[in-house]
């Protein structure tokens, strides 16, 4: 959605997102995280997709402020997520990473082509200029995912390193040795 005139931004701010901030009053009446800082209580940081069916403290069993959540599409590790692990495992209570793929993922349901082709067929746009990171095989990018933060040298060398595929079917992990 364009956000047109400048001069009326914070209207259509305010309009459009007028359910948040609505729902944002009745969070700020019952806040209960005043006490938390910016490590993670319990050593963990989860790196998940974006997909709106996870919920990376729940499926833990963990709460707000107790580990890490870095999202993206198909849960990959790129390099602004090693970016961000490197703060995490020396600045900011990180000890152990968690790569969560999931089932029933978009980024696994076809290849680069598939989703530049899709976007440009619906809305007339070529995205060819960037990579979408698709994989076909969730098990075998996971591993090589696994390895690229396992072997990136400027990660602390204390940090442990696994992954697990997420069903959004059952909620149940499935943890991938390697």
Same mark, same amino acid.
């Given at each position: +959605?364009? @956000?047109?005139?400048?001069?009326?931004?914070?209207?259509?701010?305010?309009?459009?997102?007028?359910?948040?901030?609505?729902?944002?009053?009745?969070?700020?009446?019952?806040?209960?995280?005043?006490?938390?800082?910016?490590? =993670?209580?319990?050593?963990?940081? @989860?790196?998940? *997709? &974006?997909?709106?069916?996870?919920?990376?403290?729940?499926?833990?069993? +963990?709460?707000?402020?107790? =580990?890490?959540?870095?999202?993206?599409?198909?849960?990959?590790?790129?390099?602004?997520?090693?970016?961000?692990?490197?703060?995490?495992?020396?600045?900011?209570?990180?000890?152990?990473?968690?790569? &969560?793929?999931?089932?029933? *993922?978009? &980024? =696994?349901?076809?290849?680069?082509?598939?989703?530049?082709?899709?976007?440009?067929?619906?809305?007339?746009?070529?995205?060819?200029?960037?990579?979408?990171?698709?994989?076909?095989?969730?098990?075998? =990018?996971?591993?090589?995912?696994?390895?690229?933060?396992?072997?990136?040298?400027?990660?602390? #060398?204390?940090?442990?390193?696994?992954?697990?595929?997420?069903?959004?079917?059952?909620?149940?992990? #499935?943890?991938?040795?390697?």
């Amino acid at each position: +959605m364009p @956000i047109g005139n400048p001069s009326n931004t914070d209207s259509l701010f305010r309009d459009v997102f007028a359910d948040v901030l609505n729902s944002n009053k009745s969070f700020v009446e019952n806040f209960e995280h005043e006490e938390l800082t910016g490590t =993670a209580k319990e050593g963990l940081a @989860i790196i998940t *997709c &974006m997909d709106s069916r996870i919920s990376p403290l729940a499926v833990v069993g +963990m709460k707000p402020g107790d =580990a890490k959540i870095l999202r993206n599409a198909g849960a990959r590790v790129t390099d602004d997520v090693l970016r961000t692990l490197v703060l995490a495992s020396y600045l900011l209570g990180v000890k152990r990473i968690l790569v &969560m793929p999931h089932t029933d *993922c978009r &980024m =696994a349901n076809g290849d680069e082509a598939d989703i530049h082709n899709e976007i440009n067929a619906q809305y007339g746009i070529d995205t060819s200029s960037i990579e979408f990171k698709t994989v076909k095989d969730q098990k075998k =990018a996971l591993l090589e995912d696994l390895h690229k933060i396992r072997n990136f040298p400027l990660l602390n #060398e204390e940090v442990v390193v696994g992954g697990a595929i997420y069903n959004v079917g059952n909620g149940k992990l #499935e943890p991938l040795e390697g």
